[in-house]
Antibody, heavy 119, light 105 residues
């Protein structure tokens, strides 16, 4: 059974940093690209970042480029999102998701991690 | 690429047919997916590449279109289908539409 479990969310002050982790199991992690997607309270889905299966290629939405860094450790089946210079607009539920194939839509999603940016 | 979904809200009764639209600001070829999201849950992939149902998705869900205009059709609404639906393109990396809420009339 495919499982994705996010951790590392919480309350952070504006200007602060946070690192989200996503533990993957139930599939060959090193064979799939992975994404981070977020959802602000009461809002729609926003694609943030993607990383190729081997970690050699990454992509960022303009809203987080230069502030967020996606990475992965295939030896540990872990996906990460390092978030810096956080603002109130970054308050959201952050989902990690597995691509169903190379640059294809995501067929499995974690339950999400809540990040709240507030003084 | 900007995806515009319409209508914002669709009010229907169980058993009725639902037709949801997604329009792209430029061609996305056939690289259009649909997701369903219920309150407090993660999104669920329904359709990928315009018309292919994801694993375990009932046949009442179907997708069509090409280029810039796409449609998700739910042939006969079941109680569990009332949710928010998002389209997503993967032609130019990824973007989502703003969502269509299907609510009980």
């Amino acid at each position: 059974e495919v499982q994705l479990l996010e951790s590392g969310g919480g309350l952070v002050q504006p200007g602060g940093s946070l690192r989200l982790s996503c533990a993957a199991s139930g599939f060959t992690f090193s064979s799939y690209g992975m994404n981070w997607v977020r959802q602000a309270p009461g809002k729609g889905l926003e694609f943030l970042s993607a990383i190729s299966s081997d970690g050699s290629r990454t992509y960022y939405a303009d809203s987080v480029k230069g502030r967020f860094t996606i990475s992965r450790d295939n030896s540990k089946n872990m996906l990460y999102l390092q978030m810096n210079s956080l603002t109130a607009e970054d308050t959201a539920i952050y989902y990690c998701a597995k691509e169903r194939g190379h640059r294809q839509p995501c067929d499995y999603w974690g339950q999400g991690a809540l990040v709240t940016v507030s003084p | 690429i900007v995806l515009t979904q319409s209508p914002a809200t669709l009010s229907l009764s169980p058993g009725e047919r639902a037709t949801l639209s997604c329009r792209a600001s430029q061609s996305v070829s056939s690289y259009l997916a649909w997701y369903q999201q219920k309150p407090g849950q993660a999104p669920r992939l329904l359709i990928y590449d315009t018309s292919n149902r994801a694993t375990g998705i009932p046949a009442r869900f179907s997708g069509s279109g090409s280029g810039t205009d796409f449609t998700l059709t739910i042939s006969s609404l079941e109680p569990e289908d009332f949710a928010v639906y998002y389209c997503q393109q993967r032609s130019d990396w990824w973007t989502f539409g703003q969502g269509t809420k299907v609510e009980i009339k």
